[in-house]
């Protein structure tokens, strides 16, 4: 990876869709649950949660378990605050907010979208919502505040500190 | 059948709990959740740091099984919201959790969770949620 690309916005959004098929692969949660990256634009992450047995929540209903869209809107969210910068940062959640309109159905795919719409200098504001098909079928929406950290070295990226 | 015979009954039935590998330990009136370290779990690998989905999935199962275990019902309860603080990083050691029900009521109820790792005074993060309780006899009203 060009190091320095990350520095600029458009670079930076450019080699995120480069990579969106390996942006989950790389974090080992994500890669439990299953979730991939779809689409992305400054501010704005798309991605899809496929259904699978290993998540549900209900062995009656056979309901994927809410903590998995705490997942998949957590990390999209997260993407969405560090793509909406000027400047490359890591972001940290600082909370997350999520209200639960029905429960998803049964062997559907589920639909994330994420998008930043307020930044000051150490804080994102995200807003998220998980749905099937179309926002009109809602299934959650979620409000999250992400910490910008302070830069680090950039040698020190991805050095296992 | 005690009420943590059944909760223990159901655990092992849910899917999600075996995929996070949890466990709900109960002594007494007192339940201590145990999320024990795994590679998967993580969300940053530069960080070494637990996944917030993960944490936040815990502190949801901790509170349902709180719920369960406090009430009479026969299934998990539902999720109606919850907001998960994020107040230290996770390390990469085991997580516990402890659930109190702020408000028990006949459909509804609030509770509240904390995690932490090896500090009990240096809460990891915290929950706040509300969840439906199943009741089958006031389904048919």
Known sequence: MDINSLQDPDKRIALMRQNMGNMTKIVPWARETGFEVTAIEKGHIWGRQPFSEHLIGDPEDRVIHGGVITTLLDNLSGMACASALSEFRFVATLDLRIDYMRPAETECDIIGEAECYHLTRSVAFCRAWAYHETREKLIATAQGAFAINQPRSISSFGAGA | ?141
């Not at chain 2, 145990?34 to 779990?41: D, V």
């Open chain 2, 1 to 141: 059948m005690t009420r943590n015979e059944m909760l223990q009954d159901l655990l092992v039935r849910v899917p999600i709990v075996q995929t996070l590998g949890m466990r709900c330990d109960v002594k007494g009136d007192d339940m201590t959740a145990i999320l024990p370290f795994n590679n998967k779990l993580i969300g940053n690998f530069s960080l070494k740091a637990l996944h917030g989905g993960a944490i936040g999935t815990f502190l949801e199962l901790t509170a349902m099984a709180q719920l369960f275990l406090e009430s009479d019902v026969e299934k998990l309860p539902r999720t109606i919201n919850i907001t998960v603080d994020y107040l230290r990083r996770g390390r990469a050691e085991n997580l516990f959790a402890r659930a109190y029900i702020v408000k028990m009521g006949r459909r509804m109820s609030s509770v509240r969770v904390e995690a932490w790792q090896a500090e009990r005074s240096k809460a990891v993060a915290a929950m706040q949620g509300h969840f439906l309780l199943s009741r089958p006899e006031l389904e048919s009203q």
